[in-house]
């Protein structure tokens, strides 16, 4: 055929891009043709597209916080009491000799007692009272005995870690708090940052429900535009096949119904995005709290100051959108290409 | 065929021992051998069951031959690809006996998909339009969807839509069953018109008055076997003037 001249190979042809322009205009008028139908598929993908989307910014917001407050791990070290100065320096070589270690503060009892009766507002007498170094049993003139006490605290080391490999700041905080606790005449260890370890376990699974979730939407979106698309399909079974009998061929019936799928899923995306900034105009001042709680006050400002926030809600809409297209056009292209050939003649 | 020089030295369409049997059992075909050349015209006919429909159905790639070679306007027809099917099927037009046209769509429209469908400039395409419709008597209705028309005009619309991509074969089913004799003739004159051309058509009918009165060579099929074939002229002979 390929050899004789074609009657219609001479005409003038349109232009694709007129073509699909045309196609275009004819998918959305089907779109108009059921606007209740469409408004449904619509409300679903946007809702199916808004549960990840919302996960994934809170987890982000999260993460902002936890990034802000990671350099604030640090251990608490308390050595038994009636350690040595010298004794105590000794015991903070060999902690300094640890790979976590980033810095190392001693802080001796009388340091302590002195801060603490700062913060407490004891006087100075009070403080004479104690013996810094050894308790005695004077007996005085008298004979009767007089109590002095010794001093209550322990020598401190106030640690900072270091992040080490792909461990997070957190980790590597309660590992080297691990190692502490080997080392002798240490009494006790406390990790300041265990709850900042929570909050990023805590985070880091929030990540993964939305992940997983993103992915069970994903299946559950191409079933749906799918399932739209051969509606479609069959609606206009008898103009397929009409068309079919003409000559039109598959890929040319299928166009209007790729279009249809894309329209669906950035509609849907757009949807999703509108959706999201209402919940979180909604939610986000609770969401600011529950993060305040933990003292997250850094990250959660620059979650929601508002330069940061419309950049922000700017990508998200590029990734709705784009993430709803893929997907309606992806379940289009399946779906129409199936219900299509089964229009046969 | 036996004329000796132009359009019927090509063969479009022919027929080679083809049968067809339908997956139930039914022979609707058996041992068909036939050709017809560019420019030449010939009616089949029979009762119905004969095996008419089953003709145009194989022409047109809708069926496909159970045996024998069937080649079609080059087309070997039992290999025929998909994508090439829709390509020959743009070179065929295709007049069916319950029309055809979409309910949805105005005259106009239904008219212009051929045109549509193989790219057309829709510039290009109104022109076309407007001259197949305003051929079969059509062009006051362009607007009017097809429910509005009677059974008669809605055949004609068909009949628009079959002409209006300039086919090199033109297969029609029946196509004055609506039509009074009027009407009828007139149709015929406008397929005469494109036989002129080099337009190859295979016209089924019962209407026995219409196919005497043309004279054109006339396919008779009994029970999916050639049974008889009048000759009455020279086949192509309109087309032996060129």
Known sequence: MSSKPSATASLKR????????????????????APAATLITL?????????????????????????????????????????????????????????????LEIITPA??????????????????????????????????????????????????????????????AERLATEIRGVERVESVSVEGAWLARLQA????????????????????????????????EQRRDEIRVSKLIGASDGYIARPFLYLGLFLGIGGGLLAWLLQLIVVGLIGHEIGQFLALYAVEDGNSRAFALGEALQRAGQELGLLLGAGGLL???AAVVASRRAIAACEP | MKGAKGYSLIRMITFDRVSKRYPGGQQALA??????????????????????????????????????????????MSQISPKMLALHRRQIGTVFQ???????????????????????DPREGKRRVRAALDKVGLLSKEKLLPMALSGGEQQRVGIARAVVNT???????????????????????????????GVSLLVASHDRVLIDGLGYRTLTLEEGRLSAEANPHPAGGSANEF
């Open chain 2, 167 to 197: 086919p090199r074969i033109i297969l029609a089913d029946e196509p004055t069953g609506n039509l009074d004799p009027e009407l009828s003739a007139e149709i015929m004159a406008l397929f005469a018109q494109f036989m002129s051309v």
């Open chain 2, 98 to 120: 319950d029309h055809q046209l979409l309910n949805d769509r105005s005259v106009y429209d239904n008219v212009a998909l051929p045109l549509e469908i193989s790219g057309l």
């Open chain 1, 328 to 330: 309606g056009w992806i």
């Open chain 1, 111 to 172: 340091q302590a007692l002195a801060q603490l009766s700062e913060t407490a507002g004891l006087d100075s007498e009070f403080l004479a009272s104690f013996d810094s170094e050894v308790s005695t049993r004077s007996q005085s003139d008298t004979g009767d005995s007089v109590f002095s006490p010794r001093n209550p605290l322990p020598t401190t080391f106030l640690v900072s870690a270091r992040a080490s490999g792909d461990d997070t700041l957190g980790e590597a």
């Open chain 2, 31 to 76: 041992n068909l051998t036939f050709s017809l050349a560019r420019g030449e015209f010939a009616f089949v006919t029979g009762h119905s069951g004969a095996g008419k429909s089953t003709l145009l159905k194989l022409v047109l790639g809708i069926e496909k031959p159970s045996g024998g070679n069937l080649v079609v306007n080059g087309n070997e």
């Open chain 1, 43 to 103: 409300l679903v993908i946007g809702i199916a597209l808004l549960l990840p989307a919302l996960l994934l910014q809170l987890q982000r917001a999260m993460s902002a916080g936890i990034v802000a407050l990671e350099s604030e791990a640090s251990i608490s070290v308390y050595l038994d009491l009636g350690v040595s100065d010298d004794d105590a320096k000794r015991v903070s070589e060999q902690i300094l000799k640890l790979d976590e270690v980033d810095s």
């Open chain 1, 202 to 233: 805590l985070t880091q699974i929030i990540r993964r429900a939305a992940q997983l979730l993103s992915l069970l939407m994903a299946v559950g979106l191409l079933t749906a535009i799918g399932n739209t698309i051969r509606l479609a399909v």
């Open chain 1, 14 to 33: 349109v232009s694709t891009l007129a073509e699909h322009r045309r196609e275009l205009a004819r998918a959305l008028s089907r779109l108009r043709a």
